[in-house]
């Protein structure tokens, strides 16, 4: 007598070809690229991983700078002054990312306003920026970032003044 001769043992089949298959092939997390205007609800997605982690320390702008994801180094950036290791997210931050550019930086101003621009980024060995010049929408929307941030990514630090 064959395995699925009866109806019972036909179900029983199925049902461990089904079992197999959730074991071979487990479901995936869902991906949404929806752009909206508001970035909490933007991008659901979460990485798979992330590297293993790092201890919480303290960047200055010049120490932050390593980090930008040449040469192999970790990916980390700020926003608020608070640090980032984004390095699951290489193909956005990563070398020739759309957001390469905030790699290894203070991304505030240019997360606010939504810009690329070279001047939101303040020259490593400058002052931090202290932001004050941001309209409330734009300190809205550079706050909607953090909140992704704090989301998807790992907060491993905070940005402080140079040294020297
Ligand atoms: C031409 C305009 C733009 C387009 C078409 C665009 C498109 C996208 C798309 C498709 C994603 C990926 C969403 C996903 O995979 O779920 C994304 C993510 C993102 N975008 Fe943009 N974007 C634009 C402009 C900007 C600007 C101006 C900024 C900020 C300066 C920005 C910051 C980001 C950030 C931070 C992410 C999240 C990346 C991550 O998951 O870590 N985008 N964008």
């Given at each position: 007598m064959g395995l699925v001769d009866t109806p019972v043992n036909a179900l029983l089949a199925l049902y461990i070809v089904y079992g197999i298959g959730k074991v071979v092939f487990p479901s995936l997390p869902k991906k949404s690229a929806t752009v909206t205007s508001d970035p909490n609800e933007s991008y659901t997605w979460m990485p798979r991983a992330h590297p293993p982690t790092i201890v919480f320390q303290t960047f200055t702008p010049k120490t932050l700078s390593?980090?930008?994801?040449?040469?192999g180094a970790r990916i980390l950036l700020a926003i608020k002054g608070m640090v980032f290791d984004v390095t699951a997210g290489g193909s956005f931050?990563?070398?020739?990312?759309?957001?390469?550019?905030?790699a290894g930086r203070d991304a505030s101003r240019g997360m606010a306003k939504q810009s690329f621009e070279e001047d939101m980024l303040t020259p490593?060995?400058?002052?931090?920026?202290?932001?004050?010049?941001?309209t409330p929408s734009e300190i809205e929307n550079m706050n909607g970032w953090l909140e992704f941030f704090q989301g998807k990514y790992i907060y491993c630090g905070e940005l402080v003044e140079n040294t020297d």
């Open positions: 390593e980090h930008n994801g040449q040469n931050y990563g070398p020739g990312g759309a957001y390469g550019n905030f490593i060995d400058q002052p931090l920026d202290k932001l004050e010049d941001l």
